[in-house]
Nanobody
């Protein structure tokens, strides 16, 4: 699976952005997809994930109620709608995928994903 992330940019606090992760090469509907982010000088962290079949979703606490992950399997695309953005959301955002269905906090672990896209940068100014 090849993944292509896009949609990042420079926005002000309180604004919204929608990131896209387009996949190619496999039956995408069988793959769970996660979004991770890495802020300058910090480790990469989990943001959200969505299963392929049951479309179960998982979020880190800091984005619950603000971010929404969704997918369109016909377009081989997973979206991350980011609302009420804060300066602390500033990071490079990466999408990742693996052919599995998550049922627990394993969705948040980077080593659960075999396929990674390049990042897209999000900068939120105060």
């Amino acid at each position: 699976v090849q993944l292509q992330a896009s949609g990042g940019g420079l926005v002000q606090a309180g604004d919204s952005l929608r990131l896209s992760c387009v996949a190619s090469g496999r039956t995408f509907s069988n793959y769970a997809v996660g979004w991770f982010r890495q802020a300058p000088g910090k480790e990469r962290e989990f943001v959200a994930a969505i299963n392929g079949s049951d479309r179960g979703t998982f979020y880190t606490d800091s984005v619950k109620g603000r971010f929404i992950i969704s997918r369109d399997n016909l377009k081989n695309t997973v979206y991350l709608q980011m609302n009420s953005l804060k300066p602390e959301d500033t990071a490079v955002y990466y999408c990742a995928a693996d052919r599995k269905q998550f049922h627990s906090a394993r969705a948040a672990k980077m080593n659960e994903y075999d396929y990674w896209g390049q990042g897209t940068e999000v900068t939120v100014s105060s």
